[in-house]
């Protein structure tokens, strides 16, 4: 099965600066690549996905990149403020819906 | 919109006691899905559901059962608690797969077996 690992486990920025995920996957043949956020005591939230026929994705201040040859994928997020502290998971799927989580990373904004 | 309920919000089990955890979407999405969230680790695919009257295994089946017999509901079944399945358990749906198809989560159920 697709293991999907997740780096770092803990992220502290200040205020402003910019926050950077990375995953790596086992599995060649996954292509949807979703990044979830998770406040305390709530479900995860998609924020942003990508798929295999795409090289980088932007939201306002949230971009995904993705490099399938060396399989890893990629979170950021830019000019991070204080609403952006929450525990952010990659995932990855070989069939669209079966997805694949990562542990987890713990992002902290400091003001 | 209610998107989708998950029941009870904390629930404490007893060794060998069993449980439904409860899940009901009000979006007319045809797939569902149960992940349990252990400590320090992603989350698991326990049991999904493509449609009403079709489920399947996910990752980590054992010690659980589903059932889905309308579109709304996928609740999930433990028939012996362990303490093993100690979680928290989310319920998630979506209306189909592929582009533009995100699975929307609950708040989840915090399960303690003691």
């Known amino acids: 099965g697709e293991n999907v690992e997740q780096h770092p486990s803990t992220l502290s920025v200040q205020e402003g600066d910019s926050a950077v995920i990375k995953c790596t996957y086992s599995d060649s043949a996954s292509n949807y690549f979703p990044w979830y956020k998770q406040e305390l005591g709530k479900g995860p939230q998609l924020i942003i996905d990508i798929r295999s026929n795409v090289g980088e994705k932007k939201d306002q201040r949230i971009a995904v990149t993705l490099n399938k040859t060396a399989k890893h994928f990629s979170l950021h997020i830019t000019e991070t403020q204080p609403e952006d502290s929450a525990v952010y998971f990659c995932?990855?799927?070989?069939?669209?819906?079966?997805?694949?989580f990562g542990a987890g990373t713990t992002v902290t904004v400091r003001a | 919109n209610a998107g989708v309920t998950q029941t009870p919000k904390f629930r404490i089990l007893k060794i060998g006691q069993s449980m439904t955890l409860q899940c009901t979407q009000d979006m007319n999405h045809n797939y569902m899905y149960w992940y349990r969230q252990d400590p320090g680790m992603g989350l698991k695919l326990i049991y999904y559901s493509v449609g009403a009257g079709i489920t399947d295994k996910g990752e980590v089946p054992n010690g659980y059962n589903v059932s889905r017999s309308t579109t709304e509901d996928f609740p999930l079944r433990l028939e012996l608690a362990a303490p093993s399945q100690t979680s928290v358990y989310f319920c998630a749906s979506s209306y189909d797969r592929g582009d533009g198809q995100p699975q929307h989560f609950g708040d989840g159920t915090r399960l303690s077996i003691l």
């Open positions: 995932a990855a799927s070989d069939d669209d819906y079966k997805l694949s």
